[in-house]
């Protein structure tokens, strides 16, 4: 058997040439155009990074590394009698492009267990901010303040040539990982739960310690890998993942990367969206004072959101003009355990009707329903109601995608990012209106 890193480093020598080989004879070929409407809209569509974890096409939705959602779920090994494949195994998986064995997968639950200890001080650190702090400030802030365990940036200070950055890089990135479960719990149980802080377990795989930790029983641990695995990557042009990359090619270790990519993903156009989702369902909830809800008073209810300038969260994409396969995934698990689930099939209703609400707006390119627009009513069934925590959840999910693409990023020596702006006039003059 090799280990993960021994699989990761045959692979980052075998992907070194085709980088070399294309910046050598291929640089001047042209792979995009830019026009106005793409520098004032955010880069919209514009193709000026390279992600081998994965691709997302507009219809079809997310692969990793070349697999489907369902595809990986059912390539990936599973411990017996479990129906979701692991975290630690899904790791292995995007950092290296080969379906582990299940010996293979479990080796990285042990090598995880020897790196999981959080250090006290995160936790005084979370203690230490005040107790209305947004759960996504606390897991940016408990992040960051594990910087000085970086082996990268100290490393770096020591002058290690740029060939080895990706082994620290590694390194950094594993730790972090095998600790976020610990310190997202810990957030969800001093927050909400009184301080009533559930120890690890160490006999336990990544989402099995998580359900444990957040005190809720099986199959939470089930839901755990699940959801951890769905948001796992969307390839590197969505904020969080664009802005791990980006601080990440300034040499920045892995813990100031993912601590601003969590203070992206904190955003309600981009992950609070889920948590956004979960409020503006239950305050409709709550406004049907016990009438049962139908599609034409969710219809009006969408219609008020909208005609009082706020999008419909959970729906809308900038990549994708498709259902989000992550939406359908977990539309499928409630299908299969929670399908009378009162909430549910609100949300079913919500998505029955929105997308025509939409198209009849007019505005969105895409009117179908992202992630978030069902995640949060799995963690609801599951006794997870305190929303805020929603975008926690989806930070631990992002940084296993987000991490191996930096590990990557230091193995094919990608340089600081720049890309180059211009003035308003420029543009002006540019298209002869000036
Ligand atoms: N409700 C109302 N209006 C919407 C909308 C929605 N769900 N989605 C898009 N629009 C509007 C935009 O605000 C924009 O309006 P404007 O012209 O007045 O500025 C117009 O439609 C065109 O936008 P677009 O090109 O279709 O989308 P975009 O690429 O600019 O933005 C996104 C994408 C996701 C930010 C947007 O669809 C949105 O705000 N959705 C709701 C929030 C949400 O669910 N975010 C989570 C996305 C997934 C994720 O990152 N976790």
Redesign the pocket.
Same mark, same amino acid.
């Given at each position: 058997m090799t280990t993960l890193k021994e699989t990761l480093q045959r692979k980052i020598e075998e992907h070194r040439p085709r980088t070399t080989r294309l910046l050598k004879e291929c640089s001047d070929v042209k792979i995009s155009d830019v026009t106005i409407g793409q520098a004032i809209?955010?880069a919209?569509g514009v193709k000026c990074l390279v992600t081998d974890t994965s691709y997302l096409d507009p219809m079809e939705g997310i692969r990793f590394r070349g697999k489907t959602i369902p595809e990986t779920f059912a390539a990936l090994p599973k411990a017996a009698g479990r129906e979701y494949p692991s975290v630690e195994s899904f790791w292995y998986y995007i950092l290296t492009g080969e379906i582990p064995t299940l010996e293979e997968a479990q080796a990285v639950e042990a090598d995880f267990k020897e790196r999981a200890q959080v250090p006290a001080y995160v936790f005084d650190v979370v203690r230490a901010l005040p107790a209305d702090s947004h759960p996504m400030a606390m897991f940016s802030s408990a992040i960051l303040s594990m910087q000085r365990e970086s082996i990268f940036a100290r490393r770096h200070r020591e002058g290690m040539g740029k060939m080895e950055y990706w082994d620290p890089m590694y390194e950094d990135c594993s730790n972090l990982l095998a600790r976020l479960p610990e310190i997202g719990a810990f957030i969800y149980r001093h927050k909400f739960k009184g301080g009533d802080i559930i120890a690890p377990d160490k006999s336990l795989d990544l989402g099995g310690n998580f359900a444990h930790m957040m005190g809720i029983g099986s199959p939470y641990d089930e839901v755990a890998r699940m959801y951890f695995i769905l948001h796992s990557d969307h390839e590197s042009g &969505?904020?969080s993942a664009h802005t791990i990359h980006l601080v990440a090619s300034a040499l920045s270790d892995c813990y100031y990367a993912l601590s601003a990519g969590i203070n992206g993903l904190a955003g %309600?156009? !981009? =992950?609070l *969206? &889920?948590e +956004?989702?979960l409020r503006w369902t239950q305050k409709f909830m709550e406004g049907l004072e016990g009438q049962e809800p139908t599609e034409e008073i969710i219809r009006k209810a969408l219609w008020d959101t909208?005609n009082s300038g706020?999008?419909? %969260? =959970?729906?809308? !994409? /900038?990549v994708l003009r498709k259902t989000d396969p992550r939406y359908t995934s977990q539309r499928e698990f409630c299908l299969k355990n929670l399908p009378d689930y009162p909430l549910f099939k609100v949300i079913s209703m919500i998505y029955k009707v929105a997308p025509d609400v939409?198209k009849e707006?007019g505005? /969105?390119? &895409?009117p179908w329903p +992202?992630?978030? *627009?069902q995640s949060g009513v799995v963690q609801w069934y599951y006794g997870v109601t305190e929303y805020s925590f929603y975008t926690v959840l989806?930070g631990i999910g992002r940084a296993i995608g987000t991490l191996a693409n930096i590990v990557w990023d230091r193995a094919l020596g990608y340089p600081i990012e720049r890309p180059k702006s211009l003035t308003t006039a420029m543009l002006e003059e540019m298209a002869g209106i000036r």
């Amino acid at each position: 058997m090799t280990t993960l890193k021994e699989t990761l480093q045959r692979k980052i020598e075998e992907h070194r040439p085709r980088t070399t080989r294309l910046l050598k004879e291929c640089s001047d070929v042209k792979i995009s155009d830019v026009t106005i409407g793409q520098a004032i809209g955010g880069a919209r569509g514009v193709k000026c990074l390279v992600t081998d974890t994965s691709y997302l096409d507009p219809m079809e939705g997310i692969r990793f590394r070349g697999k489907t959602i369902p595809e990986t779920f059912a390539a990936l090994p599973k411990a017996a009698g479990r129906e979701y494949p692991s975290v630690e195994s899904f790791w292995y998986y995007i950092l290296t492009g080969e379906i582990p064995t299940l010996e293979e997968a479990q080796a990285v639950e042990a090598d995880f267990k020897e790196r999981a200890q959080v250090p006290a001080y995160v936790f005084d650190v979370v203690r230490a901010l005040p107790a209305d702090s947004h759960p996504m400030a606390m897991f940016s802030s408990a992040i960051l303040s594990m910087q000085r365990e970086s082996i990268f940036a100290r490393r770096h200070r020591e002058g290690m040539g740029k060939m080895e950055y990706w082994d620290p890089m590694y390194e950094d990135c594993s730790n972090l990982l095998a600790r976020l479960p610990e310190i997202g719990a810990f957030i969800y149980r001093h927050k909400f739960k009184g301080g009533d802080i559930i120890a690890p377990d160490k006999s336990l795989d990544l989402g099995g310690n998580f359900a444990h930790m957040m005190g809720i029983g099986s199959p939470y641990d089930e839901v755990a890998r699940m959801y951890f695995i769905l948001h796992s990557d969307h390839e590197s042009g &969505n904020v969080s993942a664009h802005t791990i990359h980006l601080v990440a090619s300034a040499l920045s270790d892995c813990y100031y990367a993912l601590s601003a990519g969590i203070n992206g993903l904190a955003g %309600p156009l !981009h =992950g609070l *969206a &889920n948590e +956004n989702v979960l409020r503006w369902t239950q305050k409709f909830m709550e406004g049907l004072e016990g009438q049962e809800p139908t599609e034409e008073i969710i219809r009006k209810a969408l219609w008020d959101t909208l005609n009082s300038g706020q999008v419909i %969260p =959970g729906y809308g !994409h /900038a990549v994708l003009r498709k259902t989000d396969p992550r939406y359908t995934s977990q539309r499928e698990f409630c299908l299969k355990n929670l399908p009378d689930y009162p909430l549910f099939k609100v949300i079913s209703m919500i998505y029955k009707v929105a997308p025509d609400v939409l198209k009849e707006h007019g505005k /969105a390119k &895409n009117p179908w329903p +992202n992630v978030d *627009a069902q995640s949060g009513v799995v963690q609801w069934y599951y006794g997870v109601t305190e929303y805020s925590f929603y975008t926690v959840l989806f930070g631990i999910g992002r940084a296993i995608g987000t991490l191996a693409n930096i590990v990557w990023d230091r193995a094919l020596g990608y340089p600081i990012e720049r890309p180059k702006s211009l003035t308003t006039a420029m543009l002006e003059e540019m298209a002869g209106i000036r």
